[in-house]
């Protein structure tokens, strides 16, 4: 069992710039998975970026549209960590953001995410 544990969210006035972290603690792997969500209020929940690593391969990132450009997901094996640096940030980007971990390192927004952390709140002011 993985645990995840986000932090970083707060408040920011557009265009600034927030880094939020997710320590992952428990039976990690080196096949694996990363991914940050995010859901507004009154909104679905939708996939903002992933990052996998199989092996010593390289990492592969993907990233939504709505962010691509200004969200970087980056992943820092020796702490257990992985990051999102936001950066010109939006109104539209005001959400909870959650991160989420699997096994195997081929994913999509659309994979089944076994364990997932509380969430950060990300609040963006115009």
């Known amino acids: 069992q993985v645990q995840l544990v986000e932090s970083g969210g707060g408040s920011v006035e557009t265009g600034g710039s927030l880094r939020l972290s997710c320590v992952a603690s428990?039976?990690?792997?080196?096949?694996?998975?990363m991914a940050w969500f995010r859901q507004a209020p009154g909104k679905e929940r939708e996939g903002v970026a992933t990052?996998?690593?199989?092996?010593?391969?390289?990492?592969?990132?993907n990233y939504a549209g709505a962010v691509k450009g200004r969200f970087i997901i980056i992943q820092d094996n020796r702490k257990k960590t992985t990051y999102l640096q936001m950066n010109n940030l939006q109104p539209e980007d005001t959400a909870m953001y959650f991160c989420?971990?699997?096994?195997?390192?081929?994913?999509?927004?659309?994979?089944?995410?076994?364990?997932w952390g509380q969430g950060t709140q990300v609040t963006v002011s115009s």
């Open positions: 428990g039976d990690t792997t080196s096949n694996y998975c």
């Open positions: 990052i996998s690593q199989s092996g010593v391969k390289s990492f592969d990132s």
């Open positions: 989420a971990f699997k096994t195997g390192s081929f994913c999509t927004f659309a994979s089944s995410f076994r364990s």
